[in-house]
């Protein structure tokens, strides 16, 4: 079966340390999607990044970077010089093939980021 | 453009009460998800739709909810009568289509059953 594993439940940084959240995942699925999404105080769920199977390259987006590896079924993201705005809980998920071919995201149980000052 | 909107923002409600959350979708998508999330279960994928018809409703906790899609844009989730448990916030996801896996997400219902 499908599964993503989130396994820091919680992180602590203090201001411009540099983070990474760990994401594995379980798949049959030779093409699958993977995501990464942010959910601050506030409660939204933000998206950040999709990534599908064939694209191994690392994305960096600003002081956000995500590591893709096939080899490890693993897909990292980091922050760099992290501030108390990314305080949040980062959801990785994967997308997983459903009836009529279509697609539902299996998601993992989160890991909350707090960057104190 | 406007993103998934979600009605009301919260909700309290006595235990027995019915419950209806509303979402409209982003325009010129096709694929809607009703998500519950709790700290005890995390997020929960209730029911999907694509082009209105329900696709999966296997995480619909039981026959007290519901949820349609009377067009394209608009859907339902009903909770008759709701319980004490039901609190939660739920999330309603949108996107363009089976196909594009990228769900955007409403801002969330809190609803509070007593």
């Known amino acids: 079966a499908q599964k993503v594993t989130q396994a820091q439940t919680e992180i602590s940084v203090v201001e411009k340390e540099d983070v990474t959240l760990d994401c594995v995942y379980e798949?049959?699925?030779?093409?699958?999607?993977l995501f990464w999404y942010k959910q601050p105080p506030s409660g939204e769920l933000v998206f950040l990044i999709r990534?599908?199977?064939?694209d191994e390259q690392n994305e960096i987006s600003g002081r956000y970077s995500w590591n893709f590896q096939k080899s490890t079924s693993s897909f990292n993201f980091t922050i760099t010089a992290s501030q108390v705005v990314d305080s949040a809980v980062y959801f990785c998920?994967?997308?997983?093939?459903?009836?009529?071919?279509?697609?539902?995201?299996?998601w993992g149980l989160g890991t909350s980021l707090a960057v104190n000052p | 453009d406007a993103g998934v909107i979600q009605s009301p923002r919260h909700e309290v409600t006595e235990m027995g009460q019915e419950v209806t959350l509303r979402c409209k979708l982003i325009?010129?998508?096709?694929?809607l998800f009703w998500y519950r999330q709790t700290m005890m279960r995390g997020l929960e994928l209730l029911i999907y739709?694509?082009?209105?018809?329900?696709?999966?409703d296997s995480g619909m906790p039981e026959d007290r909810f519901s949820a349609k899609m009377p067009n394209a844009s608009f859907s339902t989730l009903k909770i008759q009568p709701s319980e004490p448990r039901d609190s939660a916030v739920y999330f309603c996801?949108?996107?363009?289509?089976?196909?594009?896996?990228?769900?955007?997400f409403g801002p969330g219902t809190r609803l509070l059953v007593l």
């Open positions: 996801a949108s996107s363009l289509s089976r196909f594009q896996e990228t769900q955007y």
């Open positions: 325009s010129g998508h096709n694929s």
């Open positions: 739709f694509n082009n209105n018809v329900p696709i999966d």
């Open positions: 798949t049959r699925d030779t093409t699958y999607y």
């Open positions: 990534r599908n199977s064939f």
């Open positions: 998920a994967l997308s997983e093939l459903g009836p009529g071919n279509n697609r539902k995201l299996i």
